[in-house]
């Protein structure tokens, strides 16, 4: 692809382009990548928060969720709870073939689901309708599966899809028992890849975690981002609620 779209910085080579540049993940248009340190630990809450955040400081937003698994047929549709959520979210109306460029039935690992159905998931159609979304809007909140190295096939994983859209990261910790472990590691991955740890959310996802508060503590002390916010554990969790405790502004651009 030799052409631009502001927001979006172009890469030559294959499907996977190991690295990018510190310098490459500070982006025109304003957008970010929400990964976590494992699948279940509110990436589409935080995303769907960001979503109504930027929302209400005038921009125009727009969440996308290139991979998907485990999802609902609906006449000749495949449609996914957390897709649905993000395009509830946002203030921008956009074809759910640009949000969700892939989607899969069953509740597996993608490329697993992938290769199930006979598809391969390529970086680059993904990276188009993320250029497609940029053009529609201020804000694209790219919600990523499972955590941060999660094959979407044999020869890339999610971290290749993070450098290949070059946004910085915005990291969902969900507190619980192996956290910090688990954080310590994917923000060191995601510096390795030369992008951008933007900030850091706390998620109380076990509401019964003890020492949540020195687990937290620990964290700010070895993490370089900042703590964007602490979201309390919640049955059901409000994403219009958690945008209120999200500042935007403190994210690392």
Same mark, same amino acid.
């Given at each position: 692809?030799?052409?631009?779209?502001?927001?979006?910085?172009?890469?030559?080579?294959?499907?996977?382009?190991?690295?990018?540049?510190?310098?490459?993940?500070?982006?025109?248009?304003?957008?970010?990548?929400?990964?976590?340190?494992?699948?279940?630990?509110?990436?589409?809450?935080?995303?769907?928060?960001?979503?109504?955040?930027?929302?209400?400081?005038?921009?125009?937003?727009?969440?996308?969720?290139?991979?998907?698994?485990?999802?609902?047929?609906?006449?000749?549709?495949?449609?996914?709870?957390?897709?649905?959520?993000?395009?509830?979210?946002?203030?921008?109306?956009?074809?759910?073939?640009?949000?969700?460029?892939?989607?899969? +039935?069953?509740?597996?690992?993608?490329?697993?689901?992938?290769?199930?159905?006979?598809?391969?998931?390529?970086?680059?159609?993904?990276?188009?309708?993320?250029? +497609?979304?940029?053009?529609?809007?201020?804000?694209?909140?790219?919600?990523?599966?499972?955590?941060?190295?999660?094959?979407?096939?044999?020869?890339?994983?999610?971290?290749?899809?993070?450098?290949?859209?070059?946004?910085?990261?915005?990291?969902?910790?969900?507190?619980?028992?192996?956290?910090?472990?688990?954080?310590?590691?994917?923000?060191?991955?995601?510096?390795?890849?030369?992008?951008?740890?933007?900030?850091?959310?706390?998620?109380?996802?076990?509401?019964?975690?003890?020492?949540?508060?020195?687990?937290?503590?620990?964290?700010?002390?070895?993490?370089?981002?900042?703590?964007?916010?602490?979201?309390?554990?919640?049955?059901?969790?409000?994403?219009?609620?958690?945008?209120?405790?999200?500042?935007?502004?403190?994210?690392?651009?």
């Amino acid at each position: 692809m030799s052409r631009q779209t502001p927001g979006y910085r172009a890469h030559t080579g294959a499907n996977k382009p190991k690295t990018a540049s510190r310098r490459s993940s500070v982006v025109s248009r304003p957008g970010f990548f929400v990964t976590g340190t494992d699948t279940g630990v509110g990436k589409t809450l935080i995303a769907c928060a960001l979503l109504h955040a930027f929302a209400a400081r005038g921009h125009r937003a727009v969440g996308m969720k290139p991979v998907a698994s485990g999802a609902e047929r609906r006449g000749h549709e495949l449609v996914n709870d957390d897709v649905e959520q993000l395009m509830a979210a946002g203030n921008v109306t956009a074809p759910r073939s640009l949000v969700n460029p892939y989607c899969f +039935e069953p509740a597996i690992a993608p490329h697993l689901a992938a290769e199930r159905a006979g598809v391969k998931i390529v970086l680059e159609h993904v990276e188009e309708s993320w250029c +497609e979304l940029a053009a529609r809007a201020d804000v694209v909140i790219v919600e990523g599966v499972g955590g941060f190295r999660v094959p979407l096939g044999a020869d890339a994983d999610t971290a290749d899809l993070a450098a290949r859209l070059a946004l910085p990261i915005v990291l969902v910790v969900g507190l619980r028992l192996g956290c910090l472990n688990h954080a310590l590691l994917t923000a060191d991955a995601i510096t390795a890849r030369g992008l951008t740890l933007a900030g850091w959310i706390a998620n109380h996802v076990d509401p019964g975690m003890d020492a949540a508060d020195e687990n937290v503590r620990a964290l700010q002390r070895r993490i370089e981002a900042p703590l964007i916010a602490r979201v309390a554990h919640a049955t059901v969790p409000q994403p219009a609620a958690v945008a209120a405790l999200l500042d935007t502004r403190r994210l690392v651009p």
